[in-house]
Nanobody
Framework: QVQLVESGGGLVQAGGSLRLSCAAS????????TGWFRQASGKEREFVGA????????YYADSVKGRFTISRDVAKNTVYLQMNSLKPEDTAIYYC????????????????WGQGTQVTVSS
């Protein structure tokens, strides 16, 4: 069993940065890949990016490539989403998720989910 808790969301101006954290509990978390998804109001949940269990490989949606970076601290059981050059269209609730499949960009491929953290980018 894995429990995930996101933090770090907030309000930021366009062009600014935020770093989200996904803290995990459960001894098996280190063997899971972690994905980040987001869901804007009235829209479907969309894939943002993912990192493998070792932290040696990442991939991203085209919409965030070059602006967002995912990293992993295995010792702290935490995955980070560094978001730079934020745009108003990045406004959404951001979720982290854990799953055994990598690469995986579909929500159905992830077994465990956090509760989400709100990111709002003002223009």
């Amino acid at each position: 069993q894995v429990q995930l808790v996101e933090s770090g969301g907030g309000l930021v101006q366009a062009g600014g940065s935020l770093r989200l954290s996904c803290a995990a509990s459960g001894r098996t978390f280190s063997s899971y890949a972690t994905g980040w998804f987001r869901q804007a109001s009235g829209k479907e949940r969309e894939f943002v990016g993912a990192i493998n269990w070792r932290g040696s490989s990442t991939y991203y949606a085209d919409s965030v490539k070059g602006r967002f970076t995912i990293s992993r601290d295995v010792a702290k059981n935490t995955v980070y989403l560094q978001m730079n050059s934020l745009k108003p269209e990045d406004t959404a609730i951001y979720y982290c998720a854990a799953g055994v499949t990598y690469p995986a960009n579909r929500a159905t491929e992830y077994e465990y989910w956090g509760q989400g953290t709100q990111v709002t980018v003002s223009s």
